[in-house]
């Protein structure tokens, strides 16, 4: 019975918001008996305390990462980590965009070399867009030209939106090998063989695959797009952490991120004017009914209706205000013959109704409306009427699309309305596994530096409260009702301060004495009676 009512006290308890815990007690024993409990649980909470201070052992350090620029250990056609903290090799657009502004034309936006705002890797640099809104152009050449031919293409690099991103791409272009090609004058519309990586704009995220392939029919470049991945990409964007983007091209027309024939509609094609587009017509064998009567109406009076007791028929509804006078600046010429305004007749308030009384209307029901044919399939229905299809002049079958336009540069061209976008490790090679490599230590040293620096489980059960306040719920039934329940029944009931901590013997004995007498003291048996 005392564990069941000890019990209902830890529940009460946990009711109260937690407000009563550990401050539950037996109000039978004497009040010097609750202060030496209450003053040894003070007593051994400091030494446990204390305890907990001497013995808990202090929290590991965090690991630390030691960062080194990778290097490229086998074939590559380009490698930029940054880590010499200067942009040789690369060429910033002098150039301006055609067809638009002059003050937004030009590509003025801002690159710098510098470390991640929030770092785990201290020494490891990066390319940084840090303009809003402007235009953005930067370029380098590869070792050598890239040609499709026998050999796979890998392209790699690493992106960090650090602040987020609003609207904006952090796609890379693959510059077509042409004669004319001059970094300084790099824009939108200079040739390239491959655009790669990510791009989001409201909710719209993409990562984008595009080449550029010639058509020979027409000797006219035409873009084709991989379709949009199935995957949930929203993350990439908002975590704030570094994410490798790697997009593999095989010869045998393969391809990894880590479409088709297309007929036309002739122009020249039109609708002949006798096409029957009606999938239904109406019957042209039906015979309207002989008793179809067309002129009935669709409402009669109620002919079981009876005018209510009481209906004042020579009482009008509304009678002339008998209170209104005529305006002073009336004119009878100009404003016609004065008449006083209409009130409700005060007379009809208590009758059911004034005025000639009329049968209420109700649904006529011999009602059929006019008479129409009903509705058949139409012998003669083609469907809906399109342009024929005709084979398509420019149709190619192109049984070798990874055979593409040789590339000789590398370039970033962007657009973004927000700022700090990191870039780093780019990597252009035809070994998958140099390329591994390099991935590996580039981009897995900051895996590996982000992954010692995460939070620990209680902040990341707070962070995650924050976000979802029910879970705070949670955490109290899991972890405060144990708690409750242990103080309930260890620090509640006749506890002895003896059995707390190391006392005097000779107090305990005294204590003990005096508590033991107190109780028989008030016995019913020994209480003496009370004087009125």
């Known amino acids: 019975m005392e564990l069941k009512m000890r019990l209902c006290v830890a529940l009460l308890s946990l009711s109260l918001c937690l407000g009563l815990m550990g401050h539950v007690r037996a109000q039978e024993e004497a009040d010097d008996m609750e202060m030496d409990v209450e003053d040894a649980i003070d007593d051994m909470q400091e030494e446990d305390v204390e305890e907990e201070e001497q013995q808990a052992p202090t929290s590991p350090p965090v690991p630390t990462v030691t960062y080194k620029a990778p290097e490229p250990m086998g074939e590559h056609y380009f490698a930029e980590s940054f880590d010499k903290e200067t942009l040789h090799g690369w060429v910033l657009s002098q150039a301006k965009k055609d067809e638009i502004d002059e003050e937004i034309a030009k590509y003025d936006g801002k690159w710098e070399v510098e470390e991640m705002k929030d770092t785990k890797l201290p020494g490891d640099k990066g390319l940084v867009l840090k303009s809003k809104a402007k235009h953005h152009a930067i370029s380098a050449l590869l070792l050598r030209p890239f040609t499709f031919d026998t050999k796979p293409l890998i392209v790699q690099y690493e992106v960090n939106f650090q602040t987020g991103i609003d609207c904006g791409g952090a796609y890379v272009k693959l510059l077509s090998q042409t004669p004319d090609l ?249 070994d998958r596994n140099v390329a591994e490599r390099w991935a590996a230590d580039g981009w897995g040293l900051k895996k590996a530096a982000e992954g010692a620096a995460e939070p620990s489980l209680v902040n990341q059960m707070i962070t995650a409260a924050e976000e979802r306040p029910w879970l705070w719920i949670v955490y109290v039934l899991t972890v405060a009702l144990p708690l409750v329940l242990i103080i309930v029944f260890c620090c509640t009931g006749k506890v002895s301060v003896c059995h707390l901590k190391k006392p005097d013997l000779n107090v305990c004995t005294r204590r003990q004495t005096r508590h033991k007498d107190d109780i028989l003291r008030r016995s019913p048996r020994n209480r003496k009676p009370r004087k009125d």
């Not at 994410?243 to 088709?260: A, C, G, K, Q, R």
């Not at 009809?348 to 399939?377: L, Q």
């Open 182 to 430: 001059d970094l300084e004058e790099f824009v939108d519309k200079t040739p390239y063989t491959i655009m790669y990586g990510p791009d989001k704009c409201g909710e719209d995220y993409k990562l984008h695959f595009i080449f550029r392939h010639k058509n020979p029919k027409t000797g006219e470049f035409e873009e084709k797009h991989a379709k949009k991945p199935d995957a949930d990409l929203r993350s990439y964007y908002t975590d704030k952490k570094t994410h490798l983007y790697t997009l593999v091209l095989n010869p045998d027309n393969s391809f990894e991120i880590l479409i088709d024939q297309t007929v036309i509609e002739d122009p020249d094609d039109h609708k002949p004017e006798d096409w029957d587009e009606r999938p239904k017509i109406q019957d042209p064998d039906a015979v309207k009914p002989a008793d179809w009567d067309e002129d009935a109406p669709a409402k009669i009076p109620d002919e079981d209706a009876v005018k209510p007791d009481g209906w004042l028929d020579d009482e009008p509804e509304y009678i002339s205000d008998p209170d209104a006078l005529k305006p002073e600046d009336w004119d009878e010429d100009m404003d016609g013959e004065w008449e006083a305004p209409q009130i409700p007749n005060p007379v009809c308030e208590t009758a059911p109704g004034c005025g000639p009384w009329e049968r209420p209307m109700i649904d006529n029901p011999n009602y059929k409306g006019k008479w129409k044919s009903p509705m058949i399939d139409n012998p003669n229905y083609q469907g809906v009427w399109k342009p024929r299809k005709i084979p398509n002049p420019d149709f190619f079958e192109d049984l070798h699309p990874f055979r593409m336009a040789p590339i000789s540069a590398v370039g970033l061209e962007l657009w973004s309305m927000s700022s700090d976008i990191f870039f780093d490790n780019f990597f252009i090679t035809s």
